[in-house]
């Protein structure tokens, strides 16, 4: 794997987010739904995001591609329904999304991943699918993964365990408004990533699928279809994210455009948690600004936001005084074990580290000249580590640099820019 050398100094300046890579592929699965031409514009180009677009054209959509826009339109003449394989790599969301797609039809789909998506959960879904009428073959080793599925599935009351991941529950939503007749959905245990579950039904309503809650359930009716023509994927938050802790850690100024707050965003939280840690939150009419201030401790809570849990170890471990990070362990099962690589990161930036009670709990220490630690392939911890070298005093040399092209293939670029203080 490659490496980068980063120079130690602040961000400064103005930059657009990407694409956000959760509603790319919200906006591609609605597109696939809509059952005529649909364009989802601004999408995102990353691994993850191409290979649920690959994905979706194995299910049998036409897809075109052209500057900003992805143009989706039923296969004409429809393609042959036997023999498909869907490749997921190793993005989990493609295999959670598409996994109840593919149980719509009565023709067999082969879907397939790496050995790290092998490792990801997804026997709850699949419980959910076998349940009402789906037929499910998974084989797990330790280089790959692959599931059969085919369908039917059939219209009923579904529950879905949602204490390890809110995709489950975002993957049957849109199913079941493709079924012949209404159906509900219960959550069972104690849900977690909540924002993502709310970006899935803000989607569905944005265009006239108008799920609703009733006690314990979640009514979706059905048959219906995507109403509009295009849906257009706001700012990263995820992205973004990354950009202000940077500004925070550095001691800089950033201001990132492009995001729609309308839309839910589950690390839109890193703004309470920059709030929390001392930093400057001002939000503009062109943008979100993040300003480094005084630090300090913060306590937060990272069960709606496990991706922002590296960020909070980098956050900690610059702050005086012991911070208590509680919630994420679903993180553990993510591409790497988060909870353990934040843990570590914090250590090599000299921060006292421990666990108790479910929590942890980081004290700032004395910081290294510069940063020697080894991320693990994740690309939430290597960019959290890039930023987390900012506010050394000697430039740090980064492992790993070409994981972050599952979710932000410009940020090497992106930092670059900030750290020259050009605004893009």
């Given at each position: ?53 690959q ?65 990801r959960?997804?026997?709850?879904l ?17 280089g ?44 069972t ?25 009733r ?20 700012g ?20 990132v ?19 929390h ?72 930036l ?49 492992a790993a ?24």
């Amino acid at each position: 794997m490659s490496s980068r050398i980063v120079l130690p100094g602040p961000l400064l300046g103005r930059i657009t987010a990407p694409p956000s890579k959760s509603y790319t592929h919200r906006g591609a699965v609605l597109a696939h739904l809509a059952g005529r031409r649909f364009v989802v514009e601004n999408p995102l180009e990353a691994e993850d995001t191409r290979a649920t677009r690959q994905g979706l054209r194995a299910l049998g959509a036409e897809i075109e591609l052209r500057a900003g826009t992805w143009s989706f339109r039923p296969a004409s003449p429809p393609r042959p329904r036997r023999g498909r394989v869907v490749r997921c790599g190793s993005s989990g969301t493609t295999l959670r999304l598409l996994l109840g797609l593919a149980a719509l039809d009565p023709a067999p789909t082969v879907i397939t991943g790496s050995a790290e998506l092998a490792r990801r959960p997804v026997a709850p879904l699949v419980a959910a699918l076998r349940a009402h009428g789906a037929r499910l073959r998974v084989v797990r080793t330790d280089g790959s993964f692959r599931v059969r599925v085919q369908g039917p599935l059939e219209a009923g009351s579904y529950a879905v365990q949602s204490s390890e991941s809110s995709q489950y529950a975002s993957s049957l939503l849109f199913v079941l408004s493709q079924l012949s007749a209404p159906s509900t959905l219960r959550l069972t245990g104690r849900p977690v990533s909540q924002p993502y579950f709310g970006a899935t039904l803000a989607v569905l309503r944005a265009h006239g699928i108008a799920v609703q809650k009733r006690g314990p359930h979640w009514e979706v009716p059905a048959p219906i279809r995507p109403t509009g023509s295009r849906f257009a994927v706001t700012g990263d938050a995820s992205s973004a994210a990354i950009l202000w802790c940077g500004a925070a850690i550095s001691g800089g100024s950033v201001e990132v455009r492009a995001i729609d707050t309308r839309w839910p965003q589950a690390d839109l939280a890193v703004l309470d948690l920059l709030r929390h840690a001392g930093a400057s939150v001002r939000q503009h009419a062109s943008g979100i600004r993040v300003e480094a201030a005084d630090r300090r401790p913060f306590r937060f809570d990272f069960d709606p936001c496990p991706d922002l849990l590296p960020l909070g170890g980098v956050l900690a471990a610059y702050s005086p005084g012991e911070s208590t990070l509680s919630g994420g362990a679903h993180a553990a099962r993510k591409e790497s074990d988060r909870p353990r690589a934040t843990m570590a990161l914090a250590r090599a930036l000299g921060a006292t580290v421990r666990r108790h009670a479910g929590r942890i709990l980081i004290r700032g220490g004395i910081r290294p000249a510069s940063l020697h630690f080894r991320p693990p392939p994740d690309h939430r911890v290597v960019m959290a580590t890039a930023v987390a070298s900012l506010g050394l005093a000697r430039p740090s040399r980064i492992a790993a640099c070409e994981s972050v092209g599952k979710s932000y293939p410009g940020f090497w670029e992106d930092l670059g820019q900030l750290s020259s203080g050009r605004s893009a």
